[in-house]
Nanobody, 121 residues
């Protein structure tokens, strides 16, 4: 089995910062990309940021210049540094990984359970 465990969420004032972490563990042969999605109440889940195993990144427009995604391949861990947070960033943030459990197997998407980020004064 594979587990993705997020940490680092919480309550922060507008303009503040938070750093999310997500560690993948278990039976993993390789991880292609890792990323963060978020879902606010009443809205669809959206991609926030993604990073490939070679370090290429992409971000949704609303977080460009404020959020930074990074990755430690040796630890199968992805991070999301969130600065200049806004109330609109309030959501449950989910870790995602496209991975392969054994050599030659198909890749599939696995998900964490989510961590709440609330931006409020």
């Amino acid at each position: 089995q594979v587990q993705l465990v997020e940490s680092g969420g919480g309550l922060v004032q507008p303009g503040g910062s938070l750093r999310l972490s997500c560690a993948a563990s278990g039976s993993i042969f390789s991880i292609n990309y890792m990323g963060w999605y978020r879902q606010a109440p009443g809205k669809q889940r959206e991609l926030v940021a993604r990073i490939t195993n070679s370090g290429s990144t992409n971000y949704t427009d609303s977080v460009k210049g404020r959020f930074t995604i990074s990755r430690d391949n040796a630890k199968n861990t992805v991070y999301l540094q969130m600065n200049s947070l806004k109330p609109d960033d309030t959501a449950v943030y989910y870790c995602n990984a496209r991975l392969r459990r054994v050599a030659g197997a198909y890749e599939y998407d696995d998900w964490g359970r989510g961590t709440q980020v609330t931006v409020s004064s």
